[in-house]
């Protein structure tokens, strides 16, 4: 089959596709000694490579010489690899651009004929995937760290301590585990958004790398806690040490909107090189730990497996105000939006807004599961004022949408929370009118004053 037949078989159509997934295919061959390139629609590999047509590589070695040293060795060794008619291979590099951007490319490739091993005409695609390798370099990147404060996360954090314990024990050397956890993290939180406390987070992270040493390691392991591993730490080093860091941190204020702020800590401590067998078993314990400090106001508490279990065994369907905050603080707290449509048209009125909450092991949960022991606990008003906030910024993306909002009977009849979520509503502006706020009539019928306003 003759190139030119090669082109006819490509419909328009199929060249459509190729262009709209930033591809263009090509015709290769070597049946004169000197390897080059037929592009079927030099328009499309013009838009590929960032070049006008009349600078498209053409031979073999003008596009090796646009790979990198990886890339020219993949595509020698993909097209060694052909060694028989039909033979397929598929591999990606990075390729420049006539602008100087390296673009990563998928190429996929068949032979079509040749002598022996050696293949003289191939038939080829080349892909631009440069939005999947950032996509994939992201999953990467959170697999590991933190998108909020940059720190490492939980996973790799336990990875850190399973390393730093494991030299510990194998030099006989001390380890320790410090977490510090902010306690007014949720007052910040309710009094001026979350936003004023993520950014809190942020500046709590920064000056926390600032004053941890180099061979030791930090991470934000939930909502407002953070994790530091020490090296070459013992018990007495890691109190003197945890007390430091408190200072630089509480210390200071850190600058908001709507003024000075300080963070107030919760600090707990394990010695892991004497009281635990595995980074597990350290990340437990200093739990257990954070839990007595909470109680003492701050006050720095090591484990000891004297120390009581504070928190009772629960089933995995009942919630705790711990889990609840975690959850907010997390931004574990959601919102699934149900259309209400008319009957004839099918159009939407409005989307229902429906609560949910992500457990730790990734299991979503309605607001039937939880809203009850949130009410219970004297927590649902930060519920109903996350709420607030992921539909204000709804309607900001969505200018053309209604929406409505349940409001918790808890929040409505306490006067100071009531007027808390008052302005947070008003502090919607306009976007405010296209909310339904929705409460039940016993609400209405017990404070008609407060269920009006």
């Known amino acids: 089959m003759t190139s030119a037949e090669y082109v006819n078989e490509m419909s328009k159509l199929e060249q459509q596709l190729l262009g709209l997934m930033g591809a263009a295919a090509y015709i290769w061959s070597d049946l004169e000694g000197e390897p080059g390139f037929q592009w079927l629609d030099e328009n499309l590999a013009a838009r590929l490579l960032c070049a006008s047509p009349d600078m498209l590589p053409r031979t073999e070695a003008a596009l090796i010489e646009r790979l990198c040293h990886d890339g020219q060795n993949a595509r020698r060794q993909a097209l060694a690899s052909l060694g028989w008619n039909g033979a397929k291979f598929q591999i990606d590099y990075q390729i420049r651009t006539l602008d100087g951007r390296n673009i990563w490319v998928e190429e996929r490739a068949e032979r079509i004929s040749g002598t022996g091993k050696k293949a003289d005409k191939i038939i080829g695609i080349l892909t631009n995937i440069q939005s999947r390798k950032l996509r994939e370099e992201q999953a990467g990147y959170h697999a590991a760290f933190d998108s909020l404060t940059g720190l490492w996360n939980k996973v790799r954090m336990r990875e850190g301590l399973a390393h730093m314990l494991a030299g510990a024990q194998r030099y006989d050397r001390q380890a320790a585990y410090v977490v510090m956890e902010v306690m007014n993290i949720a007052d910040i939180n309710e009094t001026y958004g979350y936003e004023v406390g993520d950014r809190l987070l942020k500046a709590i992270a920064e000056r926390l790398k600032s004053c941890v040493r ?240």
């Open 214 to 453: 180099s061979p030791d390691i930090c991470a934000r392991i939930r909502g407002s806690a953070f994790g530091i591993g020490l090296s070459d730490c013992d018990g007495e080093a890691m109190e003197k040490i945890s007390a430091r860091i408190t200072k630089t941190l509480s210390d200071t204020p850190y600058s908001s909107p709507h003024g000075d702020l300080y963070a107030e800590f919760a600090v707990g401590g394990v010695a892991m090189s004497q009281k635990a067998t595995s980074a597990e078993d350290a990340m437990q314990q200093v739990l257990t730990a954070l839990e007595h400090s909470r109680i003492r106001q701050g006050a720095f508490v090591a484990y000891d497996r004297n120390l009581p279990d504070l928190k009772p065994r629960q089933s995995k369907s009942e919630f705790t105000r711990d889990d609840i905050i975690s959850a907010l603080n997390d931004r574990r707290v959601n919102l699934a939006f149900q259309p209400i449509v008319y009957a004839e048209s099918r159009e939407p009125h409005h989307f229902e807004c429906l609560l949910r909450l992500r457990r730790d092991d990734g299991e979503m949960v309605s607001a039937a599961d939880f809203i009850m022991a949130a009410e219970r606990l004297d927590c649902v008003h930060l519920l109903d004022r996350r709420a607030m906030e992921i539909a204000g910024k709804t309607l900001q993306d969505w200018p053309d949408i209604r929406i409505a909002l349940n409001v918790s009977a808890a929040t409505v009849k306490n006067e100071q929370t009531a007027r808390s979520y008052l302005d947070a509503l008003r502090a919607l502006g306009r976007d405010c009118e296209r909310i339904i706020i929705e409460m039940t009539e016993t609400v209405a019928l017990e404070d008609p004053t407060m269920a009006s306003r």
